[in-house]
């Protein structure tokens, strides 16, 4: 009794202590280590009924209408992890065990764990938990697209100092657009892939939306930066996202996946960080990518990289840079133009800007549609970039956080750009 009487104790006080940093915004980071204190003593003493099961995620498949990844993680180790799924107003159900590692970095450890469900029917509601054989979570949707039209959310780089205004825009876009199938998240996910509290402040920012509609993330150059602003492979990233594999000798940096009627490919555009322990990515990246793009039978091909095609002159820096295409471009473009592919959508210059159609490096409409996505975390370029002689429509100036609708239909494949306010922005479609 003196032992329990101690640990209600303890809890009470880092409770107070949780509510205080609640309050502080610049204490956002002990906030999580607080949270993260009381859940391992919550579950280590069995003072709560939750399941220590917490970041619960939907991954993305190459199937999303037949298969579904799910991941979470537990505060400590737990090897009868399991998730358990049925279809919507059943009670029979399908109990998966999962698939368990360990995860330590910056200092922080991550029990992780992994079901792959398969067999799933399309266009079907259905519901699943997570936990272990003695405490699960409550229920959570799961849908299943079917092969007609969709919609999805396309959050461009997300990452920030403070990740808070980040949780506004994705909790207001999937607020405002609650049917949506899945979302991107165009890479730069978080401002330093080493740091685990920014992945916290990240996962947390979608609560009541990545355990509900699977996330299609994008590798960018920050999940490859190091505490000391170094490069190194992008651990985390790839420990926290278990991805389809492109090419296994670089499992989830690039995939393909299909909703409806839209094959989408994406790329890893992240060489000149990965050269050290990659140095046939690119070599090895366009050669599967040919392959994946002919062998779609999707009538559109979407591509979503996170490095931009064109090169822009400074603004407001006193460097001069010539207007151009990038080395990204000038290698990836000629690609999507012998493959047909009929949108590009592109990040990491933090601001949203529409091409319209380039084919052999020029203007022609029967070319991919273009768009840089924009920003949606607090890292901001405010009059850094000129104008670009392909640019046909920029984003008001100064910019702050945006996001993309994507609406895809047998006919057409429509673009939406709102604001952190849910004002559209602009909107473009692409026909065949």
Request: neutral net charge.
């Amino acid at each position: 009794m003196k032992r329990r009487k101690y640990v209600l104790t303890a809890v009470m006080f880092l409770i107070t202590a949780l509510v205080i940093c609640f309050t502080l915004p610049q204490l956002a980071e002990p906030r999580f280590q607080v949270e993260n204190k009381i859940r391992s003593l919550l579950h280590r003493y069995d003072l709560t009924s939750r399941a220590d099961a917490y970041e619960i995620r939907q991954i993305m498949t190459q199937d999303p209408s037949t298969s579904r990844t799910l991941m979470w993680q537990s505060q400590d180790e737990d090897n009868r992890a399991l998730a358990e799924i049925r279809k919507k107003g059943e009670k029979a159900s399908q109990v998966v065990p999962a698939t368990s590692s360990v995860f330590t970095d910056n200092g922080v450890t991550r029990h992780l764990h992994t079901v792959m469900v398969t067999g799933l029917t399309p266009g079907t509601s259905y519901e699943y938990r997570v936990g272990n054989d003695r405490k699960r979570s409550p229920w959570m949707p799961l849908e299943t697209p079917a092969q007609g039209s969709f919609s999805a959310l396309i959050f461009p780089d997300s990452q920030s100092a403070d990740y808070s205004g980040w949780k506004a825009l994705a909790q207001k876009a999937f607020k405002d657009h609650p049917d949506v199938s899945f979302f991107v998240n165009m890479g730069d996910l978080v401002d330093n892939g080493e740091h685990a509290y920014q992945w916290d402040a990240w996962f947390d920012a979608l609560q009541g939306v990545i355990e509900r509609i699977p996330v299609a993330p994008l590798l960018g150059n920050h999940e490859t930066y190091t505490l000391d602003w170094k490069v190194r492979r992008p651990l985390a990233y790839l420990q926290l996202f278990q991805l389809p594999a492109g090419d296994a000798r670089y499992a989830g940096e690039f995939y393909s996946f299909d909703v409806g009627e839209v094959h989408f490919t994406v790329l890893n555009t992240q060489d000149s960080e990965l050269k050290a322990w990659e140095p046939n990515l690119l070599k090895d990246e366009a050669e599967w990518l040919r392959r994946d793009l002919a062998g779609t039978k999707k009538k559109w091909k979407v591509v979503l990289m996170h490095r931009d095609v064109l090169q822009y002159g400074f603004a407001s820096r006193p460097t001069p840079r010539e207007e151009g295409f990038s080395d990204t471009g000038r290698f990836f473009m000629p690609i999507f133009d012998e493959a047909q592919v009929d949108a590009v959508l592109t990040a990491h210059l933090h601001t949203f800007r529409d091409r319209g159609h380039i084919k052999g490096f020029r203007r022609d409409e029967t070319g991919p549609l273009y768009l840089l996505t924009g920003v949606a975390g607090d890292v901001q370029y405010p009059g850094l970039w000129k104008q670009h002689a392909l640019d046909k429509m920029v984003a008001p100036q100064p910019e702050d956080r945006n996001y993309l609708l994507l609406r895809a239909s047998n006919e057409a494949l429509e673009f939406i750009c709102y604001d952190k306010n849910g004002r559209k922005m602009h909107a473009v479609t692409v026909t065949k």
